[in-house]
């Protein structure tokens, strides 16, 4: 069965270090999203993707943060200057239309730990 | 904008038992609404969604879910837990754009043998 793949699953960084985590969406869906999960709190949007650009994003999702499709099978979330606060599980998810009648696929996540 | 509320944090139930989690909607229009599962250390996996069809959604797993507009309530239910059915359990909408799902809080289950 076809699945979003994540790497890295866990790493671990210093304040203000950049990071990339990189998702490998299921091939045949146009939709991708990054989706962040601090400890104890609820699943939050970042930002969708689609046609080579963001389509929405959320308020989470400032300058510090962007996404890239550098390829046809890669789609990456960057942090430029990792805050402690950035701390959080990390969801990519894909879909093959947009959310009137499809789901989405999610990753198992990346969890990024900020020292 | 539409949102959801799930109306428990943990619910513990013996092994065989029904299973109830409660959630309730908030939206001017009619919704697309969906359960989402997500088990220890694992992504998030759709367990039913609810797309102005039927009422009443069955999912994987023997989950079932039944939209009431008058009570403006999705609950997800399942007749007999197993002991593979404890997992965090998420309520979740599109936004107002549609181009983004709003999670709720999510409900923790715990099945006790």
């Known amino acids: 069965e076809p699945e979003v793949t994540q790497t890295p699953s866990h790493q671990v960084t210093q304040m203000g270090q950049e990071v990339i985590l990189r998702c490998v969406p299921i091939?045949?869906?146009?939709?991708f999203y990054w989706y962040r999960q601090i400890l104890g709190q609820k699943v939050e949007f970042l930002v969708s993707f689609y046609n080579n650009e963001i389509s929405e994003k959320s308020e989470i999702f400032d300058d510090q943060f962007s996404v890239e499709r550098p390829d046809g099978s890669n789609f990456t979330l960057k942090i430029r200057s990792t805050k402690l606060e950035d701390s959080a599980m990390y969801f990519c998810?894909?879909?093959?239309?947009?959310?009137?009648?499809?789901?989405?696929?999610f990753g198992e996540g990346s969890r990024l730990t900020v020292l | 904008a539409q949102s959801v509320t799930q109306l428990d944090s943990h619910v513990s139930v013996s092994e065989g038992t029904p299973v109830l989690l409660r959630c309730n909607y908030s939206s001017s229009y009619s919704p697309s609404l969906f359960w989402y599962v997500q088990h220890p250390n694992k992504g998030l996996q759709l367990l039913l969604k609810?797309?102005?069809?039927?009422?009443l959604v069955k999912g994987i797993n023997g989950f079932e879910a039944e939209f009431k507009k008058s009570e403006t309530s999705f609950h997800l239910t399942k007749p007999s837990a197993h002991m593979s059915d404890a997992a965090e359990y998420f309520c979740?909408?599109?936004?107002?754009?549609?181009?983004?799902?709003?999670f709720g809080s999510g409900t923790r289950l715990q099945v006790q043998p």
């Open positions: 998810a894909s879909s093959v239309t947009n959310l009137n009648t499809g789901e989405l696929f």
């Open positions: 979740v909408a599109p936004n107002t754009g549609r181009r983004a799902l709003t």
């Open positions: 609810y797309t102005s069809a039927a009422t």
């Open positions: 091939s045949n869906h146009l939709y």
